[in-house]
């Protein structure tokens, strides 16, 4: 069992920047390949970005790709996500992921999720 909590999330203009963290508690946070997820209201819930468990791999949507930077701290058992240059379409709640067995891009991969964080961009 893993169990994550979100945080950094805010109201901010366009063009700010924020940074996600999650941070892990349970079992050994290094074992795990980490993604975020997106969910704006009404739609479904988007890949953002993914790390493999070392941290030497990562993979992002097209949609952040160049504004966002995944990272983690395995030693701190921190996920973070840098996002620059916000728009208003990235507006959504932000969610943090631990996968156990791979290293993908479809929520269904993912076993343990957090409650998420809210980013809201306005123009």
């Known amino acids: 069992q893993v169990q994550l909590v979100e945080s950094g999330g805010g109201l901010v203009q366009a063009g700010d920047s924020l940074r996600l963290s999650c941070v892990a508690s349970g079992r050994t946070f290094s074992r795990y390949a980490m993604g975020w997820f997106r969910q704006a209201p009404g739609k479904e819930r988007d890949f953002v970005s993914s790390i493999h468990w070392s941290g030497g791999a990562t993979y992002y949507a097209d949609l952040v790709k160049g504004r966002f930077t995944i990272s983690r701290d395995n030693g701190e058992n921190t996920l973070y996500l840098q996002m620059n240059s916000l728009k208003p379409e990235d507006t959504a709640v932000y969610f943090c992921?631990?996968?156990?067995?791979?290293?993908?891009?479809?929520?269904?991969?993912?076993?343990?999720w957090g409650q998420g964080t809210q980013v809201l961009v306005s123009s």
């Open positions: 992921a631990a996968d156990s067995s791979g290293w993908g891009t479809s929520p269904r991969e993912y076993d343990y």
